[in-house]
């Protein structure tokens, strides 16, 4: 079975600066993908940046890009001049293509200070 | 572009009664999945549905029944709603779609169980 590990429960950051934040997964399977989702307190989920574990290439999208090393399993999210708005729950996860079963990391809390 | 759509967004309920949780995707979408998200944690999968006609169980079963009513619709239904089902419930679809295995949610309903 895959299992999503988040190893900051929460983290803080001021604005204009940078934070990472961690995912750690665990799959026997070569080829998945790997995503992040915020999901702000509306509670609605957001998807941020998505990876293709066949793709060497970190995916970038503006702020946000990923520091993704399929050897040791890890796919950590970085976000760059953080803005008061990110403040949120962020989410790992991990699918299986044909799996159509998406497995989710207990989140990280990102608080962005004024 | 609607997207996912759930209905009721808000619900209380008595402990024993029943009700249904509806939802409906306008994207063309093989999968759709029922999580539950408790107060400070994640995602939990109740069931999903890979394609229409079938259904399967997710991490968290018991106390929810599900239909695939065709390939727009799923719903979850509780037949007797207990305290413990106190949550907050989110539904999504995915597809091989353009952007491939990208799993999108509706805005997810409060339920209260009192």
């Known amino acids: 079975a895959q299992t999503v590990t988040q190893s900051q429960p929460e983290m803080s950051v001021q604005e204009a600066e940078t934070v990472t934040l961690s995912c750690t997964y665990d799959?026997?399977?070569?080829?998945?993908?790997l995503f992040w989702y915020k999901q702000p307190p509306s509670r609605q989920m957001i998807l941020v940046i998505r990876?293709?574990?066949?793709?060497?290439q970190n995916a970038t999208e503006n702020r946000f890009s990923v520091n993704f090393q399929k050897a040791a399993k890890s796919f950590s999210l970085k976000i760059s001049d953080s803005q008061l708005g990110d403040t949120a729950m962020y989410f790992c996860?991990?699918?299986?293509?044909?799996?159509?079963?998406?497995?989710f990391g207990p989140g990280t809390r990102l608080s962005v200070l004024p | 572009n609607a997207g996912v759509t759930q209905t009721p967004k808000f619900q209380v309920l008595k402990t024993g009664q029943s009700m249904t949780l509806q939802c409906a995707q306008d994207m063309n979408h093989n999968s759709m999945y029922w999580y539950r998200q408790d107060p400070g944690m994640g995602l939990r999968l109740i069931y999903y549905?890979?394609?229409?006609?079938?259904?399967d169980k997710g991490e968290v079963p018991n106390g929810y029944n599900v239909s695939r009513l065709n390939k727009r619709e799923f719903s979850l239904r509780l037949e007797s709603a207990a305290p413990s089902q106190t949550s907050v419930y989110f539904c999504?679809?995915?597809?091989?779609?353009?952007?491939?295995?990208?799993?999108?949610f509706g805005e997810g309903s409060w339920l209260t169980v009192v």
């Open positions: 549905s890979a394609s229409e006609g079938t259904t």
């Open positions: 996860a991990f699918m299986i293509p044909y799996g159509q079963n998406f497995v």
């Open positions: 799959t026997s399977e070569s080829n998945y993908y």
């Open positions: 999504a679809s995915s597809g091989l779609t353009g952007v491939g295995n990208t799993i999108y």
């Open positions: 990876q293709e574990a066949y793709k060497q």
